[in-house]
């Protein structure tokens, strides 16, 4: 899961992504990164630790870190939330297998649409809206990838 600075966004797709793994059972990994490293080493933003916790999840134990090359080869899909990370992610691919694998996770449930999860990080009530687009879009990440 990747964003701008990796304290609103991709956080809470992560921390919600992971939810819904372990209630599938799922033996899948996740991790969320930033295409910046302007907060590496530090918490997600207050205002999304505290969107999830109203939704019974705790994400303030995350760290955020800048997305490195080695992304491509540790995870089968990456996910971003805007086109400018999509542009910012795929600028570090270096051949198609690599580009394959980066996908706008808004196109799980709007597909072919290229739609953004708007940043929240000017916006205070941006949050709720943010939580609810990645909770149907990791919904749709997990029908996609569960075999069987
Ligand atoms: P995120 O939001 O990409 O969803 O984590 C932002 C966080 C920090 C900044 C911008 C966006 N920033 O400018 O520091």
Redesign the pocket.
Known sequence: MV??????????AHGILEAKIAEQGLDWTVDSA???G??AGGP??GR?VQVAKKYGLDISGQH?RQFRHYDFEAFDAIYV?DRS?LANVLALAINDEERAKVYMILNEIYPGQNRE?P????DDNGFEE?YAMLDKACDSVISRWKVG
């Open positions: 964003c701008l600075g990796n304290i609103c966004r991709s956080p809470l930033g295409t910046s302007w907060h997600p933003d999304s955020s939330m990370n999860v940043d929240p990080y000017y943010v």
